[in-house]
């Protein structure tokens, strides 16, 4: 299975990116999708997660207020918006497929991961 992530890049602070994630339709029609980072030097954690039908949505409390995930079935894609972007953002920002259709913060609820897209943020 074959996720992909786009949208990365490099922004200032105070500004907005939005990352896209294209999955596979038999692969997530019915499961939720969630977005993680990890930071030079530090442990993959936990950022936004959508159930499969859209909602409920659920958030780490670093991006709660500045990040929305949301999700287009028709398209396959999923979706970060990522306003407000603070210098401690800055990761390599990966999609991923649960087991359950329901959003989860749990790592092990993942099964399928895409290869990550980096985002920079400069103060």
């Known amino acids: 299975v074959q996720l992909q992530a786009s949208g990365g890049g490099q922004v200032q602070a105070g500004g907005s990116l939005r990352l896209s994630c294209t999955v596979p339709?038999?692969?997530?029609?019915?499961?939720?999708v969630g977005w993680f980072r990890r930071a030079p030097g530090k442990e993959r954690e936990f950022v936004a997660a959508v159930s499969w039908r859209g909602s409920p949505t659920s958030y780490a409390d670093a991006v709660k207020g500045r990040f929305t995930v949301s999700r287009d079935n028709d398209k396959n894609t999923v979706y970060l918006q990522m306003n407000s972007l603070r210098p401690e953002d800055t990761a390599v920002y990966y999609c991923a497929v649960a087991i359950r259709s329901w959003s989860s913060a749990t790592t092990s609820d993942y099964k399928y991961w895409g290869p990550g897209t980096q985002v920079t943020v400069s103060s």
């Open positions: 339709r038999r692969t997530a029609s019915n499961n939720a």
